[in-house]
C-alpha cells in the first residue's frame, strides 16, 4: 500500500501565509491576495515536487507585502526556505526609483541559484497571467497602475528582462507560456 503524501510543512507554509495576507486584496483585483500565492505554488507544482520549494512559492511575498519578517520564515521553515523567499524579495525600498528598484531585483535573481528562479518563475508568471488578464480587458489603461515612470515602455524592459534572467528554465511549458505572453502584450 502506498504511504499518503505527508503535507504538513507545506500546510504550515500555507496557513502562515494565509495569516500573514489575511485582510489584503489582490491590486486592483478585488479577490483576496493569497490567490497569488496559491497561483505560484500551482505554477512551481509543474516543475517540482520539493516541499521546500512549494513552501517557498507560498510564502514568497510575506517579507516583501507583510510584517513578516525573513527571520520568522528562517526560524519556522529553514535556512533553505529563507533564502528561497529572500531572492524572492526586493533588495531596495520602496522609496528606491523604480528602474533602480527593478534593476536590483533582476541582478538579485541573476546570481539566484536555479531552485530560487523555478520559485521566481512560479510568481512571475503568475503575475503574467494577471497582466494578460487585465490587458485583455482593460487596454492601456494597465499601465497607469504601475509606479513605472515610462508605463508600458518600462513594465515591457522588466519583463523581457525577466525572460533573460529566467532563460535557463527556457525549456520548460511554464517558461515557454511566460515568454510567449510576454511577447504577445509587448
Known amino acids: 500500500m502506498n504511504n499518503p ?5 507545506f500546510d504550515r507554509a500555507v496557513r502562515f501565509a494565509t495569516e500573514a495576507h489575511h485582510g489584503t486584496e489582490r491590486r486592483g483585483k478585488g479577490y483576496p491576495y493569497i490567490i497569488h ?16 520549494m512549494l513552501a517557498a512559492a507560498m510564502l514568497h ?7 513578516a519578517t525573513i527571520e520568522q520564515i528562517r526560524e519556522l521553515f529553514g535556512d533553505r526556505v529563507a533564502s528561497l523567499v529572500q531572492h524572492e524579495t526586493a533588495p531596495l525600498p520602496d522609496d528606491a526609483p523604480w528602474r533602480t528598484r527593478k534593476e536590483a531585483q533582476l ?6 541559484p536555479h531552485d530560487s ?3 521566481a518563475l512560479g510568481d512571475k508568471l503568475s503575475n ?5 488578464a487585465d490587458y485583455q480587458s482593460i487596454g492601456d489603461q494597465l499601465w497607469s497602475r504601475f509606479h513605472a515612470p515610462n508605463g508600458k515602455d518600462d513594465i515591457a524592459w522588466y ?15 511554464a517558461y515557454q507560456e511566460f515568454k510567449e505572453m ?3 502584450i509587448f
Open 5 to 9: 503524501l505527508d503535507t504538513t510543512f
Open 159 to 173: 519583463y523581457h528582462s525577466l525572460s533573460e534572467v529566467l532563460s535557463d528554465l527556457s525549456e520548460t511549458l
Open 107 to 112: 541582478a538579485q535573481l541573476a546570481r539566484a
Open 37 to 52: 500565492p496559491m497561483e505560484a505554488v500551482s505554477i512551481v507544482a509543474t516543475l517540482t515536487n520539493d516541499p521546500e
Open 61 to 67: 511575498d510575506t517579507v516583501e507585502d507583510t510584517s
Open 117 to 119: 528562479k523555478v520559485v
Open 128 to 132: 503574467m497571467r494577471a497582466l494578460a
Open 182 to 184: 510576454i511577447n504577445k
